[in-house]
């Protein structure tokens, strides 16, 4: 999630007011969060960086333009769908002219091939606009195949989300293009080897299979008795333990914290007691 939009920290990114945008630098912080979301994927042995597909809607869109403009290393090809920033009614964005002028300063740099996407009844960038923000950016030097879809439902804006039945073949092509078909899946990394609390049942030893399993962060809350919780995909450890001592509050009021994310707590050894 970008930052201070679900449960990601800091403040949303604040492009000015309508009257006072500044594209570009409010692109460059969703920039250095995309990169930074790269860099921590690099990091992971179950992910490799090498040949990236950046993929954004709308907002998103318009900030997968800017990465190409910078792009980290290993990102090969780039898709916008409905790329664009400021629209604040049908049809009425603000500051049109700078949001062109922000896309033809992402031409001059950016080199990585690219497909956009803009359906015909798009009410947030509609058709003049869309061509007006690739024609900028192509005739700065950027690489980009522009695809003016059918009018979708309603509203084109939503094409990518509502419409998953009508791109694909268009992104196919796109990538086939570019000889970037599917490539085998790597192997998933090895889960932690942790003993279950002693007192588990049958029933919660293979629960806590299950969370040994999960996507951080993550606690497991025990109790003397047996009786447990758990909670997975929390903003950080210590609400993860938070979280399952609550959950597990509700059958015991012993509960403690037994293990946390891939680690045991000090409450392990021979089983919480």
Not at 191 to 214: H, I, M, T, W
Not at 255 to 271: F, H, K, Q, S
């Amino acid at each position: 999630m970008r930052r201070g939009y679900g449960t990601s920290g800091g403040d949303a990114e604040n492009d000015g007011p309508c009257g006072r945008r500044d594209y570009v630098a409010e692109a460059g912080y969703a920039v250095a969060d995309l990169k930074a979301a790269v860099d921590a994927m690099a990091r992971r042995p179950d992910v490799t960086t090498d040949g990236m597909i950046a993929v954004g809607h709308s907002a998103g869109g318009f900030h997968t333009v800017a990465l190409t403009a910078d792009p980290p290393p290993g990102l090969v090809a780039a898709i916008s769908f409905a790329g664009g920033r400021g629209s604040r009614a049908d049809n009425d964005v603000c500051q049109e002219n700078d949001l062109v002028s922000a896309f033809g300063a992402f031409g001059r740099t950016s080199r990585v091939p690219m497909l956009w996407v803009y359906a015909q009844n798009d009410r947030f960038f509609g058709p003049a606009l869309a061509w007006r923000l690739f024609s900028a950016f192509a005739a700065a030097g950027g690489k980009a195949e522009f695809v003016a879809a059918p009018a979708f439902g309603s509203e084109g804006h939503v094409l990518f989300s509502s419409g998953t039945a009508d791109w694909p073949a268009t992104v196919d092509g796109f990538l086939g293009a570019h000889q970037l078909g599917l490539r085998p899946p790597l192997d998933p990394p090895a889960q932690p080897v942790l003993a279950p609390p002693s007192q588990l049942s049958a029933g919660g030893r293979k629960d806590f299979a299950a969370y040994l399993a999960a996507s951080p962060h993550k606690a497991f809350a025990v109790a003397a008795n047996g009786a447990y919780a758990w909670r997975t995909r929390q903003r950080d450890a210590d609400a993860a333990q938070a979280a399952a001592r609550e959950a597990c509050a509700k059958y015991r009021p012993d509960c403690v914290i037994y293990a946390v994310d891939d680690g045991l707590t000090r409450n392990a050894g021979a089983g919480a007691r």
